[in-house]
């Protein structure tokens, strides 16, 4: 998939359909951001995340290539449509490499992403764990329910404040009035918008970390509005015995 980058690089998916606009990033600058929307701290320690091959600085992205599964198959396509970046949810190199050779294709494709000054970059087990991340997302499928973390993360950026986590969308002409409300709330912490599609239009995904006590005020708040209560879901935080 072949993605137009705006600023800020998060906003990104809301170019789909407007390929007109065009905007070049630093490659540092766009790591520095994915690693802000989801810290490669809160990966499993087995697991290889974050920028896994850069070609020499400075490079700038136009393009980023998004896949599933970098294959020699997937990287050949991602030369054609001359990306400057892939995201790769699962990463190509886990195991330390002895040599750059042609020999095996996961050294092919680190020689054929430096031939073409491509960047790699794969989130894999920080996007399961962050917030609106594959874990919350899969946890859905299994509709009304309770989730609880098996193995709670003791990274640096989980949140260490706050008993739940408040998520819901907005359209445009709420979410500058909602914001305003939820920001006069003590004890709320983590508060994020990401761009989200909710039957088809384009709204704004907030998600907020609070105390039982701003739980309260937050679901009041929200309960006044029969445009927002109903697309509100609150996740119960279980801290592990690190951050307590």
């Avoid at 190199?93 to 050294?107: A, Q």
């Amino acid at each position: 998939m072949r993605l137009p980058l705006l600023r800020p690089p998060l906003h990104c998916v809301r170019a789909l359909g407007r390929p007109s606009v065009r905007a070049l990033m630093n490659l540092r600058e766009l790591v520095s951001a994915l690693n802000d929307f989801a810290s490669p701290s809160l990966a499993e320690s087995w697991d290889n995340v974050g920028l896994l091959v850069e070609p020499s600085p400075p490079h700038t992205v136009n393009t980023l290539f998004l896949t599933n599964d970098l294959t020699e198959e997937v990287m050949e396509e991602a030369v054609q449509k001359k990306a400057d970046l892939v995201l790769s949810y699962h990463p190509p190199i886990f195991t330390p490499l002895k040599r750059v050779t042609w020999k095996t294709w996961k050294e092919r494709l680190v020689i054929r992403a430096l031939e073409n000054r491509i960047g790699i970059y794969s989130p894999h087990t920080a996007y399961d764990a962050v917030p609106h991340g594959v874990n919350n997302w899969l946890a859905k499928g299994l509709g009304a329910c309770t989730s609880v973390p098996l193995h709670p993360s003791t990274a640096p950026s989980s949140p260490s404040e706050g008993t739940h986590r408040v998520e819901f969308c907005a359209d445009a002409e709420h979410l500058d009035a909602v914001l305003s409300k939820i920001k006069d709330i003590p004890e709320i912490s983590c508060l994020t918008t990401l761009p989200a599609r909710v039957e088809g239009e384009e709204q704004t995904r907030i998600s907020l970390t609070c105390s039982q006590k701003a739980l309260l005020e937050v679901v009041a708040l929200l309960s006044q509005s029969s445009l927002l209560y109903p697309k509100t879901e609150i996740l119960s935080l279980q801290k592990s015995a690190f951050s307590q």
